[in-house]
């Protein structure tokens, strides 16, 4: 849709973007500015002139894309990060039991879950997202939306009402679906969410995280982690703490703000883009890779082909590390999961249909 705005070699077929993004041509320069002028000639004084806020900006940006109307999310810290947050901050003073997981979850959330488990005496069960049991002893639900794995997609509609009926709040993690799929927070009354911005955002490695608190459940969003960036008056280092009365309540420490500008800078290629076209655009993608794979070669294809579904294929190989290893000597850029998965992104601002029939023919060649 928009390829001519990244800087993909000569010669590669990058379809890893579900890890990290490709990198935007302006954003090099963009931050040779940051650095330079914001950093180097303005020092200190630049954190009033847009980096104190450029968390909550960011946030709105992202927002944008992820159906939050403004005020509502916040850049900063890692997904896992937020995952804590989002979780302590559902779980306070509940009187229900348990934590409920996705069991094929991203291992991250699942540690976290256990860690909040351990501090809040809540027990974690992991249940399958079809049989997920919601009841009157659950506190909260975490849920990713698309499976880092496989690519399936959780029904966030179904799931958040389901959730919603036993009176439980429920998490979602976009990671692997913000910047694929059309997402409706506001509009599904989501409670929380959180994803990482370094896949199909393009922020870059170990770009910030965001978080998503709904107005309404912002006065009471208790942040474990009350850090003076969170703080209503932040420079009047009082020695109690009293939350921001908005999103900022998010906010943890000071904000890395090289890496958050280069985030801010690679969103502009998300300007006037309509979420519903990068959607049929990458299951168009998708689907193509798909075909192709099944006419070329044996291979077991684990992404469930029905819609809703994410903009990855996963396939099943037995020998998937040196099959990739291959790929990637020729090329062709994905990744695999232990032990035998071969994974393909479809980043619809940057793949196009020749690379996916020439990703797919190169690895026929390889495994046939
Ligand atoms: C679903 C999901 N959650 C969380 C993470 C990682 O979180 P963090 O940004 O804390 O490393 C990933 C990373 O791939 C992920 O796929």
Same mark, same amino acid.
């Given at each position: ?59 709105? /940006? ?35 039991? #348990? ?18 488990? #351990? ?112 703080? /209503? ?17 998010? /906010? ?117």
């Amino acid at each position: 849709m928009r390829r001519e705005l990244f800087d993909i070699p000569e010669g590669v077929i990058y379809l890893d973007g579900n890890s990290l993004g490709a990198l935007p041509k302006h954003v090099a320069a963009r931050m040779q500015e940051v650095i330079s002028h914001q950093w180097g000639t303005r020092l200190i004084r630049s954190w009033s002139e847009g980096w104190w806020e450029a968390p909550q900006r960011i946030g709105d /940006r992202i927002g944008r894309l992820i159906g939050a109307a403004e005020g509502q999310v916040v850049v900063g810290d890692s997904t896992s990060v937020n995952v804590f947050k989002a979780l302590m901050a559902a779980v306070k003073g509940t009187t229900r039991s #348990e934590i409920v997981v996705d069991e094929s979850t991203f291992p991250t959330d699942g540690y976290i879950a256990q860690s909040v488990g #351990e501090l809040t005496g809540l027990k974690v069960r992991a249940a399958q997202p079809s049989s997920l049991d919601i009841n009157e002893d659950t506190a909260v639900v975490l849920l990713n939306h698309v499976d880092y794995r496989t690519g399936a997609m959780l029904d966030m509609a179904e799931l958040t009402g389901q959730a919603h009926a036993a009176g439980a709040p429920v998490v979602w993690d976009l990671c692997h679906s913000a910047g694929v799929i059309p997402i409706r927070l506001d509009e599904l009354q989501v409670d929380y969410a959180v994803g990482c911005s370094y896949k199909f955002l393009n922020g870059g490695p170990g770009a910030p995280a965001f978080i998503y608190v709904p107005k309404h459940k912002q006065a009471t969003f208790e942040n474990p982690l009350s850090g003076w960036n969170g703080h /209503r008056a932040p420079f009047a280092m009082e020695a109690s703490y009293d939350p921001d009365p908005g999103i900022a309540r998010a /906010r943890v420490g000071t904000p890395d703000i090289l890496s958050m500008l280069a985030l801010d800078a690679a969103l502009d290629v998300w300007d006037d883009v309509d979420m519903q076209v990068v959607w049929k655009c990458g299951l168009s993608l998708t689907a193509q890779f798909r075909t192709h794979v099944t006419r070329l070669t044996s291979l077991e294809i684990i992404t469930p082909d029905e819609i809703p579904r994410g903009n990855q294929i996963s396939i099943r190989c037995a020998d998937a590390k040196n099959v990739m290893d291959e790929l990637i000597a020729r090329g062709v850029i994905g990744d695999h999961r232990p032990p035998d998965v071969l994974r393909f992104g479809f980043a619809p601002l940057y793949v196009t249909s020749g690379d996916v029939l020439r990703a797919a023919e190169i690895l026929a060649e390889i495994v046939n």
